[in-house]
């Protein structure tokens, strides 16, 4: 037999260890949130799923007010439900309409819309979003689907995983996953939407277009001169991990040509929010509106890790631990 003391001794340093693993745990701020979020990591992801469904064929190009922009905004509605968000009771369900665009449209236009109810601040919201619309279709012998695998099945593919990550937590603002149409009509969607909201309770619109695809793994965000969301984000990401992600990794300047003033982020921004789209693709990329934009052109391991990477770095803006300055675009 062992004796007890000896037992007794290596349990006493075992225990004092444990407690001081949990202490650091607890008291080092953002450091430990790696080791919270381990599990919900260990989310499946589904954003190859979600794009394969988006640029099919079936969908027809997803144009505005056509029959392929309904059966996608069914299919985003369906896996809102099924991750769990909630509809917004002012909607259709999940649909926010906003009418036809034009006499020849078929269907009315519509945003899709989800939502995770803030724990204690509910009335301060934080929005993310990406438009699923793309330019339709032409009439060719051979390919005449206009896929739009990564502008913009990806940032709408990487909103919904978003969401799945979120909505296993409890932030304590309201957070609005939209999935908006009219984009590549001049930010129809965005704008309608924009105007119907009380702008004092909007913290942060955080956008996504063209994810999918970054010759030099960087990605970028718009409209970094307005504001501190990009400090924000890079510090908290650069607190968690700055081995993995340093001091800058949302970088600005990226090599769009009016980057801030050509996505979903804008009639936000005109309205005082800080409201910025997250993009890795840049202008010169040759399937950019293009037949070829096909979903096996695309990176899922990157935006599978972008999906993390901004789950962790919105953690103080969702959670209503920072104060944003409002916005003035000139």
Do not use: C
């Amino acid at each position: 037999m062992i004796k007890k003391t000896n037992y007794s001794s290596a349990f006493s340093f075992l225990k004092a260890l444990k407690l001081l693993m949990l202490l650091q745990v607890f008291f080092t701020g953002s450091r430990a949130q790696p080791h919270l979020f381990d599990s919900i990591f260990l989310t499946p992801s589904q954003i190859n799923y979600y794009v394969s469904a988006l640029a099919h064929d079936s969908m027809q190009g997803r144009a505005t007010g056509t029959d392929g922009m309904m059966k996608a905004a069914h299919f985003i509605a369906q896996q809102m439900k099924a991750i769990g968000l909630q509809p917004v009771k002012t909607n259709d369900g999940y649909f926010h309409n906003y009418g036809k665009l034009s006499y020849w449209d078929k269907h009315e236009a519509i945003n899709v819309i989800g939502a995770i109810p803030g724990s204690s601040k509910p009335d301060e919201l934080v929005i993310f979003s990406a438009h699923y619309d793309h330019i339709g279709k032409i009439k060719s012998k051979k390919d005449s689907v206009f896929n739009g695998a990564n502008d913009n099945a990806s940032g709408t593919a990487l909103l919904l995983q978003l969401a799945s990550y979120f909505v296993q937590t409890k932030p304590e603002r309201t957070i609005l996953f939209i999935a908006f149409s009219g984009e590549e009509l001049g930010l129809k969607g965005s704008e309608e939407f924009a105007a119907s909201i009380d702008e004092d309770k909007v913290r942060a619109v955080i956008n996504f277009d063209m994810v999918g695809r970054s010759p030099k793994k960087i990605i970028y965000m718009s409209g970094t001169e307005y504001g501190d969301v990009q400090s924000v984000m890079n510090k908290e990401l650069f607190t968690v991990n700055k081995e993995k992600f340093g001091k800058n990794y949302l970088k600005g300047n990226a090599p769009v040509v009016q980057f801030f003033s050509r996505s979903d982020n804008y009639p936000f921004a005109l309205k005082g929010i800080p409201a910025h789209t997250i993009s890795a693709t840049p202008d010169n990329d040759r399937h950019y509106h293009q037949l070829s934009d096909e979903t096996a052109t695309l990176d899922f391991e990157l935006m599978i890790e972008l999906a993390k990477t901004i789950f962790i770095a919105t953690q103080p803006i969702v959670n209503g631990t920072v104060k944003l300055r409002r916005i003035r675009v000139d």
